[in-house]
């Protein structure tokens, strides 16, 4: 089985920098995905880490720790678009995808 | 059009109605998938579809039956359910399973409230 962890809600500024941290613990893992969902919307892919380390996709990057059990998504240059919620999601096995409560962004003027 | 594409998008029904949900993707991929979004709960894996067969039913109450008549074409029926079941339902697609990379195409989903 799956047990995700993402906190609940983050704040913070227009132009600032902003971390989601992801812990999980699964019996086979083979992949991490970061989802958005804007509110009433469909969650759009973000990222995708299978190897340990930093995934960077412009303002947005990824990171992967496997013995740890880890990850971070990284907002940089904070925009007012950018408030939604952020899904962390990991592949156990073969197509199962686990995902966990999500992460609520709120980006203030 | 987008990729995936839910109907309909609001959907209010008493406990003894019969309704069903449609998703339709337009992408060409061979896997389709039912998720249960709860408010502040993480999104459940319903049912999963893989070339129109079924490969995954995750324990999910039979008031729920689904129906893949079609790569492109899958179905929620729902038969007499309860108050708890009010949740948003998404419907997703992907261009197969059984890779780790494949990521997931989703649609906006129906928001089911169930009286």
């Known amino acids: 089985g799956q047990n995700i962890d993402q906190p609940t809600e983050m704040t913070a500024t227009e132009g600032a920098i902003v971390q989601i941290n992801c812990t999980y613990q699964t019996s086979g893992f083979n992949g991490l995905f970061w989802y958005q969902q804007h509110a009433g919307e469909a969650p759009t892919f973000l990222s995708y880490?299978?190897?340990?380390g930093l995934e960077e996709k412009g303002r947005f990057s990824s990171f992967l720790s496997r013995s740890k059990g880890y990850s971070y998504l990284l907002l940089k240059e904070l925009q007012m678009k950018d408030s939604a919620s952020y899904l962390c999601a990991v592949r156990d096995g073969d197509y199962k995808l686990s995902f966990g409560a999500g992460t609520t962004v709120t980006v203030r003027a | 059009e987008t990729g995936v594409t839910q109907t309909p998008r609001h959907l209010v029904m008493g406990m003894t109605n019969k309704k069903s949900l449609k998703c339709e993707q337009h992408?060409?991929?061979?896997?389709m998938y039912w998720y249960k979004q709860s408010a502040k709960k993480p999104l459940e894996l319903m049912f999963v579809y893989s070339l129109e067969e079924r490969v995954e039913n995750n324990s999910v109450p039979s008031r729920f039956s689904p129906e893949c008549p079609n790569s492109s074409h899958l179905f929620l029926h729902l038969h007499t359910l309860q108050p708890e079941d009010s949740a948003l339902y998404l419907c997703?697609?992907?261009?197969?399973?059984?890779?780790?990379?494949?990521?997931?195409?989703f649609g906006s989903g129906t928001q089911l409230s169930v009286l």
């Open positions: 997703a697609s992907s261009q197969d399973v059984g890779q780790g990379y494949e990521k997931l195409f």
């Open positions: 992408l060409g991929h061979n896997a």
């Open positions: 880490n299978v190897l340990d």
